[in-house]
């Protein structure tokens, strides 16, 4: 079991580049995937990236892909979520998840962080 705290949130223009870490504490860090998601006003929670335990094989949303790179250095237990050219539609909360497999869906993942806000401003 791990447990997982996102960090990096906060309020940008469109146009800049952010990026997100998601700490992983516990054992056996490589053995998961892990996810990123995020959840705007008024919206279902999306998925946004994931990346596999060892391989490093990866899935990204049609909406952020060739924007968004999400990679993971199983050594520092963490994840990033690099995120550049930023629009406004990307203000949300972004979580991290963990999972034993990489999936699209959310409730393939049972360990979540609490979430960080990020604001895009136009």
């Known amino acids: 079991q791990v447990q997982l705290t996102e960090s990096g949130g906060g309020l940008v223009q469109a146009g800049d580049s952010v990026r997100l870490p998601c700490a992983a504490a516990?054992?056996?860090?490589?053995?998961?995937?892990v996810a990123w998601f995020r959840q705007a006003p008024g919206k279902d929670r999306a998925f946004i990236s994931a990346?596999?335990?060892?391989?490093?094989?990866?899935l990204y949303a049609d909406s952020v892909k060739g924007r968004f790179i999400i990679s993971r250095d199983n050594a520092k237990n963490t994840v990033w979520l690099q995120m550049n050219s930023l629009k406004p539609e990307d203000t949300a909360v972004y979580y991290c998840a963990a999972g034993l497999n990489l999936r699209w869906h959310d409730f393939m993942y049972n360990t979540w962080g609490p979430g960080t806000q990020v604001t895009v401003s136009s």
């Open positions: 990346i596999s335990g060892s391989d490093n094989a990866t």
């Open positions: 516990g054992r056996s860090f490589s053995r998961y995937s």
